[in-house]
């Protein structure tokens, strides 16, 4: 017999397992709306198309590049935030997560306006014949300063997370704050590291307000995927828009199993 305390129990076990399948029934039926789109012989047409062959490359060619410029630039930062107390360093992180925060037209918009040749760096870079607007030296620009704080964040709490009595012991030994980094800091945090550059590529393929705002919309020049399904959506072309679109789509999904399958468990620390 059922008593009161097992029948509550079950009555809520079945509330959250409504709920949660309302959740990703709504969003399986998203993702299967776009699959429905189109038919497999559509799709493989649109892929092998000139147009949305350049999207993909321009998107990865990019991407890649804020993946490379994020970990080089991004590394010493996390380092800093994690280990060093110092005035300021609220300020800092509050700093690093308003791209996170800040609508990306609005992070594009602040772009524009600095680097434009009457802007303040714009300016400056011209007389050296240097333009960044419409290109895709702008493109990594705008991507990388709204994807590059995914990889300090995730870096940070990384590095922050190995026990003190390490690096103490290492501090003892009189070791380099580089050997120190480079022997003990990147083996343990590796995950952390594998992770962060995961999460900050997958946004910079994603995104779309500050990359259109930057660099606008020229064919095989400076159309990214996502500007190119915006551009092809609202123009009729939703064959194209929606190839691109799955592209997309499993591109991420992929990528966000591997780190979840790979690099989904917390770095393991010796005690």
């Known amino acids: 017999m059922v008593n009161t305390k097992d029948a509550q129990a079950l009555g809520f ?21 776009l699959v429905a789109t189109t038919s497999l012989h559509e799709f493989w047409f649109q892929v092998r198309s000139p147009q949305v062959f350049s999207t993909v490359w321009i998107s990865l060619q990019t991407s890649l590049a804020v993946v490379f410029l994020a970990f080089f630039l991004g590394f010493p930062i ?122 900050t590529w997958a946004r910079a393929l994603g995104e779309f307000g500050a990359t259109s705002m930057v660099a606008g919309c020229i064919p095989q020049q400076t159309e990214t995927m996502t500007v190119s399904i915006y551009m092809q959506a609202m123009s009729g072309g939703l064959e194209t828009a929606t190839a691109i679109a799955l592209i997309l789509m499993v591109f991420s999904f992929v990528f966000l199993l591997i780190v979840k399958t790979r690099f989904g468990q917390k770095d393991e620390y010796p005690a």
């Open 13 to 33: 076990d079945l509330v959250v397992a409504l709920i949660t399948s309302i959740f990703f029934t709504f969003v399986v039926c998203v993702l299967l709306a």
């Open 78 to 199: 996390a380092y800093l935030l994690a280990l060093k107390d110092f005035k300021g360093k609220v300020l800092l992180d509050t700093l690093l997560d308003l791209p996170i925060v800040m609508p990306p037209l609005v992070s594009g918009l602040a772009l524009l306006i600095l680097l434009s040749g009457e802007g303040l760096v714009g300016g400056w870079l011209n007389r050296w014949h240097i333009d960044l607007i419409f290109t895709k030296k702008g493109i990594v620009l705008a991507q990388l300063f709204v994807a590059a704080p995914f990889f300090i964040k995730t870096v940070r709490e990384s590095i922050a997370a190995i026990p003190k009595n390490l690096l103490a012991a290492s501090a003892t030994l009189n070791a380099s704050s580089m050997f120190t980094l480079v022997h003990l800091i990147f083996p343990l945090c590796k995950k952390g590291i594998w992770t962060g550059l995961v999460m």
